[in-house]
């Protein structure tokens, strides 16, 4: 019932020849994303739309949120396996996040998007990504269901990666010992990938959101391997930055997560085409709160003012990163106290991005 993988070689490579074009036009690819850029990588729908088993796949299964060196360590072993076999990288994700569904009010804020965790796949040299969606009839399926029946016979891996917290299946029935035992069997061998540390503690996502709930964005970089970015669109506020003499950009958030109330030296770079073209940036100041010189009780918004940058924002898709955390938001006694103190966040903003 259950042949050995490398006995189905040479029929699983003809029919990923024969059937590759008819099996793309089944998958969802998300390839024109809203910003115009195009993703190289296979985005497939649920393990359900696969035609055939993929290419001799290494496989790697789990939520992924915010691809932390922690994913990074697991995905760059993929990859290079992989590689070594000829075969392809091949992510197994969840969309929307198990807790979503299954436990909407302790769901935790998720640090990417959808459309962030594709292009970062890309980015770590990942071939596909099968999102599987995931609904409370999808989570009734079993440990043993999902490893003999999405894994061995759907994808069909020859080589399965997982991190050491790794369950799955029902009520998180699946071990990884279980899946040690039973890969093998399969055809499939399964390798254990330990954790990552930094700062004498393992890298996950719970930890990266407790530092960017207290405004240290550095610290949060460090396990990200990058500067934590917030994705959106450019909306119209009230204007009251333009009148001061420092634009802002006011950003309406696609991600889950801002940091703390505060003000944060970084980057804002454009996303779609236009004037300024995609891809220009500028070094940002950028204040995550409530504005509490000009109101008591204001709605939590983020703000950057790009430094010498002149022009019209609105509307634009732009990614803000958050670098370097500056100072705590506060109450100025007028205008002027507060533009002086603009002038210096600018001013220190561009010291720390510059020595960056």
């Known amino acids: 019932m259950h042949e050995d993988l490398d006995d189905r070689a040479d029929e699983q490579e003809h029919q990923q020849a024969a059937g590759e074009e008819d099996d793309l036009s089944r998958e969802q690819v998300a390839r024109e994303r809203a910003h115009g850029r195009s993703l190289a990588l296979r985005v497939i729908e649920g393990a359900q739309a696969l035609e055939a088993p993929p290419l001799r796949p290494v496989v790697t299964v789990g939520n992924f949120d915010g691809i932390h060196l922690g994913h990074q360590a697991i995905l760059a072993t993929v990859v290079e396996r992989a590689r070594a076999l000829e075969g392809q990288a091949l992510v197994y994700t969840f969309e929307p996040h198990p807790r979503k569904v299954l436990q909407p009010d302790k769901a935790p804020g998720l640090l990417v998007t959808l459309e962030q965790k594709l292009e970062l796949l ?3 040299g990942v071939d596909a990504v099968i999102v599987e969606p995931f609904s409370r009839e999808f989570a009734r399926t079993t440990a043993e269901e999902f490893v003999r029946g999405i894994l061995h016979d759907r994808i069909g891996p020859r080589e399965v990666y997982v ?3 790794f369950h799955f299946g029902r009520d998180r029935e699946g071990s990884m010992r279980m899946l040690t035992e039973v890969g093998p069997r399969l055809g499939f061998s399964v390798t254990i990938i330990p954790e990552v540390t930094v700062d004498e503690g393992d890298v996950n996502s719970t930890r990266i959101r407790e530092l960017l709930g207290g405004g240290e964005v550095s610290r ?6 990058r500067p934590y970015v917030v994705r959106g669109r450019v909306g119209r506020g009230d204007q009251r930055g333009r009148g001061l003499g420092f634009p802002t950009a006011n950003l309406e958030p696609e991600n889950e997560v801002l940091p703390a109330v505060g003000v944060y030296a970084g980057w804002l770079e454009l996303l779609d085409d236009g004037d300024p073209g995609r891809g220009r ?5 950028t204040n995550v709160g409530r504005r509490p010189t000009f109101q008591q009780e204001g709605a939590l918004v983020a703000e950057a003012h790009c430094i010498g940058f002149e022009g019209d924002l609105y509307g634009r898709r732009v990614d803000l990163s958050f670098v370097h955390h500056l100072r705590e938001e506060r109450r100025f ?3 002027e106290a507060l533009k002086s103190q ?3 966040d600018a001013a220190e903003a561009q010291r720390l991005l510059e020595a960056t």
């Open 333 to 335: 006694d007028g205008v």
């Open 163 to 165: 991190g050491y917290d």
């Open 342 to 344: 603009i002038r210096a």
């Open 122 to 124: 890309e980015a770590r």
């Open 281 to 285: 940036r500028w070094p940002t100041v």
């Open 220 to 225: 949060a970089a460090s396990m990200l391997g």
